[in-house]
């Protein structure tokens, strides 16, 4: 798989699958703007691959996703392939939903790699480019606890879906991949309480491949998806749950 001198924005890049896909591309000789909040998480990402540009942003912040798209055409003057990566995820049980939770969700997971997308859309175009976003497992069934954060991922494959023939006029291609539970600090960058994550740890028994998928298993579908040998491929939503979905 070739990615030499395409132009890869990917949010979510100072770690877990972010991180995975960042090296994966940069491997592979694409430039690659690794998007998120935190300088330093994103310079590790970064170190030792000069390919890999730290661009601290935002994306639910006002103004954020227009940033990230011109920071990037500053940098490299050209956008090949996004990456709607960077999310949240929390237990949400019905009876406890704040409003401002609700909104809090819809901004990152939902919100942001909308506004992220449309603001690409010209750069896209011009290089005949790939969206590939990261939406979860978990909207292809019931999950107790997951209202919110299940809401917002089938919310992304809808997204997937409808970009997908809405763009193929204009050249562009969008797809997803839909992982189950992968090995991630997102437990703890999230402030999961002891229960819930021992809950998280025993679906991964539960799962017929009985264990957790890692960040490179998701990151290799997604560079991928974006693969000009994958120009016949769009509107997909790529489960990568161990058997989950299947079973
Ligand atoms: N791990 C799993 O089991 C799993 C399963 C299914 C789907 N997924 C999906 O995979 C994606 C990546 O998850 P992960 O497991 O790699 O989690 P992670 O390690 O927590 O990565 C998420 C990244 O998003 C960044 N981020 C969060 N809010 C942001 C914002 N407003 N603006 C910019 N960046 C922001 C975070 O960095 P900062 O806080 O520094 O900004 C963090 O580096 C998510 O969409 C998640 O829903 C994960």
Do not use: C
């Amino acid at each position: 798989m070739e990615s030499t001198n395409r132009t890869v924005v990917i949010t979510g890049a100072g770690s877990g699958i972010g991180r995975a896909t960042a090296h994966a591309f940069a491997d592979r000789g694409a430039n690659v703007v690794a998007v998120g909040r935190t300088l330093e998480t994103l310079r590790e990402t970064a170190a030792g691959r000069a390919r890999i540009v730290p661009l601290v942003a935002d994306i639910a912040a006002e103004g954020g996703p227009a940033a990230v798209v011109a920071g990037t055409m500053e940098r490299f003057g050209r956008l090949d392939v996004l990456v709607n990566n960077a999310g949240i995820v929390r237990p949400s049980p019905l009876g406890q939903i704040e409003a401002t939770e609700f909104d809090r969700f819809m901004a990152v997971n939902l919100r942001a790699p909308l506004l992220l997308t449309q603001a690409a859309l010209p750069h896209l175009e011009a290089s005949s480019g790939t969206v590939v976003n990261v939406s979860a497992a978990v909207g292809q069934r019931g999950w107790p606890y997951m209202s919110l954060y299940g809401s917002t991922k089938t919310g992304l494959d809808f997204l997937t879906r409808t970009w997908a023939v809405e763009l193929a006029p204009r050249g562009i291609r969008v797809a997803a991949v839909a992982p189950g539970p992968v090995d991630t600090p997102i437990l703890e960058n999230n402030d999961f309480d002891p229960d819930s994550v021992a809950a998280m740890h025993k679906l991964r028994e539960q799962l017929p491949l009985a264990r957790a998928g890692t960040a490179e298993e998701i990151a290799f579908w997604i560079v991928t998806l974006a693969d000009p040998l994958a120009a016949f491929t769009t509107g997909i939503v790529i489960p990568l749950d161990g058997g989950y979905s299947a079973a």
